[in-house]
Each structure stands twice: as C-alpha cells, then as structure tokens.
C-alpha cells in the first residue's frame, strides 16, 4: 500500500526527527522547488517530500482527470500520504495552489496537521465583484496558450522514446536534467483547475495555526491576496518577506527560511 | 374348365375390418375360403410351413400396410424372399385407410403388390377385383 | 591574419535581441535588436523595465510557476515562447533562452536572455496545429463510424441468430403439424372409414338380430376413435403448451412414487428395481410430465420383461455439457430397431404380441419431452434390454 503510494507521488523522505515537515510545491514544477530548503530542517524534522500527481516524477498514469478536478482530489491524497506514513505533529508547507490544498485536507481532517505554513497563497485568482484576485478570464486562456506552445522537451511524439530509451541515454540524462517537465495536457488541465478555482469559503473553516508567508512582490498573489487570507483564517500569522516573485523560497530562500523558524518555535 | 373360387388371405390388425370384407366375400360367395391374420410375421409363419402345400397357400392376399408387429411394407420384403420357395402365385393388394402419396408411390414400385387400394372397400370394387382374378389365375 | 574583434560591436549589432536582467528582473543592459524588436528606446528600458513588464498577465504566471523556478533550478532555461509586448501595446511571439551568470562563489549576479523573434513560425506551427487538429477530428469521425458500424454488424448477427431460432422453431412447427396431419390421416380414417361400411352394412336389408350385432361393432370403433380423438388433442395441447409451469422436482420423491402405483405388478414380476439420482438429484420441470415419464418408461419396463430371466431395471440421472439426463435401462424383451425404430414413437403404434400393449405411452412421452425442450433417445437389443436416454433439460445459452 505504502509502496504504491510512494511511486505515485514520487515520495522522498530525508532527515531525522521526530517531528514532521511536509512540502508540497505549487502549480507548474515539483518537489526539486523545495531544495533550497529543506536542508535547514533536516536536523530536526523528519521532511516528506512529494510530487502532487500529474507533476514531477509521480505516475502519471495515476491522474484521474475526474478525481483531480477539483483540489479535493489532491487534498485525499495528502491525506491517504499522512495515513499511510501514520505522522504525527505535522508541519504542512505547502506553496500557491497547495496552500489551498493543505487547507482542504486540514477541513476534512482537523488532526491532520499541527501547524500549517502559505508561501504565496491564492484562495482565488479571478477577480470577483468587490475581490481582487489579480486576473481576468483572459488571462487564464493567455496561459493555456503559454502551456500549449511550451514543450519543454515534451512532445507527444517524444515522450515515449524520451521515458526509458535504453538505445539514447543521454536523452535521458537530459531529461533528468531539466525541471518543472509536466505533461502539457494535465499541465493545462492542472491550471485550470487551480486558476479558475474559488476557495474563499474554506478560509474560513480552517481551525489549524497558519502561518502566511507573502513575498513583498508578487505579481501572481499579491500582497492584497496575502491580507485577505490572513484575514479570512482565524488562527493565522501574516509575515511579508523582502523577496521578489512568486517563488520566495527559490528565489529569497534565506528570507523565507527565517521567516518560517522564527515561526516554528 | 371349372371355374373354381380362390382361396383369400386377408392381413389386417383391424378386426372390424376383417370383419367386413370377410363378410362381403362370403355373402356373394366369391372366395372359397378366407384366411385371417392380424399381424404380418403370423401370415409369413403360415406361408413358410405350408410352401409345400398348394391347397393351403391362398390365391390372394389382401394386405393392410399399418399393422404393428410386422406392417405391410415389411411383410412383402420378407415374402419376397421366400417367392420362390412357395411355388404358388399370390396376387397382393395392399389395402390402406391412407391416401398419403407417399405409399401409393411406394406401392407402385414393389413388383409383388399388384394394385393399392383405399379403404374402405366397396362391394363394386371387391367384385371388379374378383372378375379381374379369373383371367389372373 | 588577425581579425580586429569588437566585442561590443558585435554584441550590439547581432541579429538576435539580447538583454541582461538582475536576479529580480531589472533589465541591465539590452543589444539594438531587443530594442529594435519591442519598439523602446533605450532611455525606456534599461534600469526602468523588468522582464515581466515585456509579458501578458498569463505569460506572467507561466514565468513565475514555471520559467524562474526551471531557471534558477539547472541554471538555464532554453526554448521558452512568451509573447512579448512592443511599447504599442501589440505582441509578437518570441524563444527566450537564458542562463544566469554567478560569481567565484555561486552567488547569481544577472541573467542573460536571448530573444528570437518567432513570428513566420508561429503562423507556420499554428497551421500545422489547425491541420492536427482536423485530422485528429476526421479519426475521431471515423473511429465513430467504425464503432457504429461495428454496433450495427452485431446487431445484425443477433438478429441473424434469431432468425435462425426462430426459422428452427417454425421448422420444428412444421415438424409438428406434419406429424399431426400424418398421425390424423393414419389413425383417425381407419375407425371412420369402418364406421362408413358398417353404416352401409348397416342400411342394406338385413335383420334386427344382425342389425345388433352389428351397432356393437360400431360402439367398438367409436370407442376406438373417441381414444385416438383424445389421445391427439391431448397431444395438441401439450405442444401448445410452452408456458406450463416447472415445478421443483425430486427424482428420488417421483421414483418412490411411481413404484408406490406400480407397487402389485413390481410384487407379481418380482422384478429387481434400482435408481441412483445423485449425479444431478433434481430439476425444475413440469410435474405432470416427468411423473407420467417415470410412470410409463417404468411400467413398459415391468410389461415386456423377458420371460426366464429375473426383470432388472435401472434408473438414474447424469449429467453431460450441462444437460441433465434421465436413463431407464432394463433387461427385457428388447426391441427390432431396424424393424420398428421408425414407429417407435407413433400413435398407437405396438411391437409385441402382448395383451396389454397399447402403444400409446411412448407417443405422449415423446410429445412432453419435447414440448419442454428435450429429446428422447432408444439403445435396444432383441432379447437384450432397452435403454431409454432423455435429455430433460437442453443447456440454454
């Protein structure tokens, strides 16, 4: 069961401790998001690393288009993950989409997660009559044309020769090489689930201590969506790190990192 | 030359219908004598332990074809064989309450049956059969 | 022969457009044809634009989910299409390659961009993408075709095979009536065909007394008539029908039953009698027939038993290809196959000098085992025994 699990999601364990950290990255790349991170933590938290299905390396055979319609989706996953590794005292990080992600689960689960980290999170980003979620509907369809134009290495053609061809290793090596490789048919179904999704109400039903990390920057939440989280979660703590971008623990990890210890205590 | 009366076999399981014909011969005092069975293989015992004897072998046989035990179209195969030993010319009508044309074909083929003939028999009939046994014997 | 290379020159005058971004986006330095390709002069652009400012808002958040973190995690980025933004507002399409540029201690210090302008291939690739599509429709279309036509293709091999069901069940109609017109064209004209030369017989000048005898003869035949009348529309009725009821049958109950009526002649022909259901100990089928099967395969048994030899008779059940089977074997008389085979199963029809035989159990036997779906069989050898093989029940698919 564990094992079935483990390729499905791609699980990565590393450090000791015996309390638990689980990072689960954002919409468009993988677990590989987290690497200038993790090991600051490695000392004291034993820290689950995964690939939401569809992503990374999980198994791709494993996105149910049905199932992953909805954030729930993802959220049983988690779930079933924290089950199955039977943690106790978990650290929930999760960043963008995963924000809303960990929430869902934490909703449906309240014992699930003892604390629980947003870098960067979005309850919705489609602006609605008096809330700015910072995008039009266009915008969502401007980026589905990105997805569709952008490869990446992955062409319908190529993927099958790509994955696993003894004959051209070095195909492979590239492949091993490049990040953030997502099939661009559940890239594009990922992004319209989680850009047209609309998760203000579940803010509310969050019970579980939240901390929020906003990047002082950010064109795709933005600081406003930042406040409104922090507002809409009874239990939460807003900290604006001086970073730039969407990805503050990629691109001002030393910010973020001090932001969440100073948090963990 | 003395006309004489032929002697009748009569092969019928059907009582009533023994009966009858028995009854029209006898009143018009056309055969000499009438010999019954109800069953094909009695009539064949009969023949086979009189072949020597030419009084007790019957001129005619009136032989009905639906008859349990032994049926007509079995008796005539088993008679066929033993012709010859009989030394005896026997006229054969096969009498049937059946007008399928499947058995009047039949009939027409086997050379020892010499007419077919549907039940029941009127007297017209029976006595055209006799005047036709006069110049057959 | 050396070549004077400037550098800059080079740089500037290259036929791709090139800028230089800090970590956060701030565009550092950019060539004439990046300048060139978004409209901007050069007062515009360096230290006052960022990479982003170049991009539509959902080009922005493939470069913040998707381009920065695949940058900053290998260290290049190739082959990225983004539609850039020209100072009027419109947008060409572009391939951005980048790398970052760190210093002695892995510090990153700026990004490199190149920027080729894709306009020509776009169109090209869009056209190709429009021709993909169309195709990929006309399979879909076709695949939606074939499956219809393949629906169609069972569908008419069902009705093939029902037609043929249906073909062999007027056949065996026709059977049926054929055998009914052969059975009434045998069995009913001779009784009536003696009850006209009786009633000629009848109306000549003759006596009372023989007038007498001979209506007793006509009570016979009708009496006869009225029996073969009976027997036949019994038979009808059975053919007819198709929706009796099964009922759920115990071979043993129906066995000890049968020998219970049949109790005196078993006891006067001390018979020896012996049955084994185990194979398949029941069976859902119309009780009245198999009661009345048991009844008369069993009573036939005990009459033409072999004189000399002690009656032994033996039923049972077995099953084969999910077909159940009911077997009466015994050692009697036997029967002339060759003979009477082909009247086995008439009306009226006997084979013995026996002064109970009537012949007509075998007829209704063979008509209800029928009418349920079955068949009935017969080994027998003269002097031997017989031995009667019924499939009650026909595998049904």
Redesign the interface.
Known sequence: MLQKLVTRNNITIQGTGSKSMFLVH????DQ??W?FITPQFKEDYRIILIDLVGSGKSDENAYDYDKYSSLEGYADDIIEICDALNTKDVCFVGH?VSAMIGTLAAIKKPTLFKKLIMIGPSPRYINDSDYFG???Q??????????D??Y?GWSSAMAPVIMGNAERPELAAELE????QNNPEIAKHFAKVT?QGDNRIDLKKLTTDTLVIQSKE???ASVKVGQYVHENIANSKLAIVET????PH??GPNQTIEAMKKYLI | MIKKNPLICIIDDDKIHQFMLTRIINQNKLAEGIITFSDGEEALQYLTENQATKEMIPDVIFLDNNMPIMDGWQFIEEYASIKTEIKKKIVIYMLSSSVDPVDIERASTITEIYDYIVKPIQLEAIEKIFKKLETLL | MNYKIDYKELYNTSPSGYFCSL???TIVDSNKKFLELTNYAREEVIGKKNF?DFL???????F???Y???L???GTIE?????FVKKDGTTF?VLVNSVEVKDMEGIHLFTQSAVFNISQRKKY?QELLIAKNKAKDLSNQLQEVNKELLSRAELILKQKLELEEFNQHLESKNRQLSSFAHIASHNLRAPVSNLVALKNFYNEDIGLEDKAMLFSKVELVIEHLNETLNELIESVKIQGNKDIIHDPINFDVVFDKTLAILDTQILISKAVITSNFSEAPTITYPKLYIESIVLNLLSNSLRYSAPGRIARIHFCTEVHNNEILLIAKDNGLGIDLKKHGHKLFGLNNTFHRHPDSKGVGLFMTKTQIESVGGKITVESEVNKGTTFKIILKKNRK
Do not use: W
């Open positions: 954002g919409y468009g790349c590989n998001m690497r963008s910072g995008f039009s266009n915008d969502i369809d401007d980026l589905m044309e990105t997805i134009s952008n990446l090489q490049s990040f953030c850009f950010d064109a795709i730039t971008g969407h990805c990629l691109s | 970590p956060n986006g982003t539509s808002l959902g080009g922005k958040i493939y913040e989910n998707v920065t973190p695949a900053k995690l290998s082959e990225i299409n983004f539609n399409p690739e």
